[in-house]
């Protein structure tokens, strides 16, 4: 089992930062990757950004965050971040943690392959 908390969402102008952290408790050891999701009204959850602990950390971006954000995770307590620069409006959402079984090491993107969620952090981004 394990338990993950969202903290740091906010409201900011476009073009603003925020900084997003996922604390994790619990026996995170058996997760293959951990990531980030968000979710806007009326649309589908759609990945971030995902950290794949196989083959060195890999690190995997959604096309529309790259050079943007930045996933990073602290080890010595599991503790995941993801820092958003450049905000812009269609970045508006519930952003979610969630941390996966093997298939996420191949499949990231996909909401399926990730077994535990957070309750989730508003990010809203005005103009």
């Known amino acids: 089992e394990v338990q993950l908390e969202e903290s740091g969402g906010g409201s900011v102008q476009s073009g603003g930062s925020l900084r997003l952290s996922c604390a994790a408790s619990g026996y995170v050891v058996s997760s293959f990757c951990m990531a980030w999701f968000r979710q806007a009204p009326g649309k589908v959850r759609e990945a971030v950004a995902a950290?794949?602990?196989?083959?060195?950390?890999?690190?995997w971006y959604a096309d529309s965050v790259k050079g943007r954000f930045t996933i990073s995770q602290e080890n010595s307590n599991y503790t995941l971040f993801l820092q958003m620069n450049n905000l812009r409006r269609e970045d508006t959402a519930v952003y979610y943690c969630?941390?996966?079984?093997?298939?996420?090491?191949?499949?990231?993107?996909?909401?399926?392959?990730?077994?535990?969620w957070g309750q989730g952090t508003q990010v809203t981004v005005s103009s």
């Open positions: 969630a941390a996966g079984g093997y298939r996420c090491t191949t499949l990231p993107e996909r909401d399926s392959v990730y077994n535990y």
């Open positions: 950290i794949i602990y196989i083959g060195g950390n890999k690190q």
